[in-house]
């Protein structure tokens, strides 16, 4: 199956960019999304990018993909409170979602 | 426009006993995907329907767990009997379309087994 990596935490002060990192195995994934949890709550789809894109921005998201080394980002601009959330990379084969462990991002005024 | 709506939120009950677990899905979404998310193992996909019928259940942890979609607008996730190890925050999720279109979760059910 597919394995998804990502950096349990990260910390970031408000008015900077969060930069959250993802590698996969799966190189037959065709859609890469971006979903968002904030506690007590279910997932959030923010973003998604084809696998045949480099890069995709929306609003303060910017989503990066290098399909060669299996490597997804997703950076979001001017973070404030209300981003501090799980942040969930998730590629997209058939009708299959595979997820990672999340990162956990604060955000500190 | 409605969500994937769940019921209930919360559910706390004593192992041994039954639990039904309720999805409705949103409007028009004929693919339906049940999760389990837990600390210790993350997001797992139990079980996945589309035009109401089961195409994949290998994630199911073990026959004390069953999921049924009696049409296109409601699904169930029973375990019969319950026990301590299965208190975890339940997932409904529904999509539109081809296999590939993005799935939309409910709240979830969070289900302690005492």
């Known amino acids: 199956g597919e394995d998804v990596e990502q950096s349990l935490f990260l910390s970031v002060r408000e008015g900077d960019s969060s930069v959250i990192n993802c590698t996969y195995t799966?190189?037959?994934?065709?859609?890469l999304y971006w979903y968002k949890q904030e506690p007590g709550a279910g997932l959030q789809l923010l973003t998604y990018i084809f696998s045949n894109m480099d890069m995709k921005q929306d609003q303060r998201l910017t989503v990066l993909l290098n399909k060669k080394d299996k490597h997804l980002s997703l950076r979001i601009a001017d973070t404030q409170t209300g981003d501090s959330a799980i942040y969930f990379c998730?590629?997209?084969?058939?009708?299959?979602?595979?997820f990672g462990a999340g990162t956990t991002v604060t955000v500190r005024a | 426009d409605a969500g994937v709506i769940q019921s209930p939120r919360h559910e706390v009950t004593e192992m041994g006993q039954e639990v039904t677990l309720r999805c409705k899905p949103i409007?028009?979404?004929?693919?339906l995907f049940w999760y389990r998310q837990t600390m210790m193992r993350g997001l797992e996909l139990l079980i996945y329907f589309n035009n109401n019928v089961p195409i994949d259940d290998s994630g199911m942890p073990e026959d004390r767990f069953s999921a049924k979609m009696p049409n296109a607008s409601f699904s169930t996730l029973k375990i019969q009997p319950s026990e301590p190890r299965d208190s975890a925050v339940y997932f409904c999720?529904?999509?539109?379309?081809?296999?590939?279109?993005?799935?939309?979760f409910g709240d979830g059910t969070r289900l302690s087994i005492l």
């Open positions: 799966d190189s037959s994934s065709t859609y």
């Open positions: 998730a590629p997209h084969n058939d009708y299959k979602l595979s």
């Open positions: 409007s028009g979404h004929n693919s």
């Open positions: 999720a529904s999509s539109h379309g081809q296999s590939n279109q993005p799935q939309h």
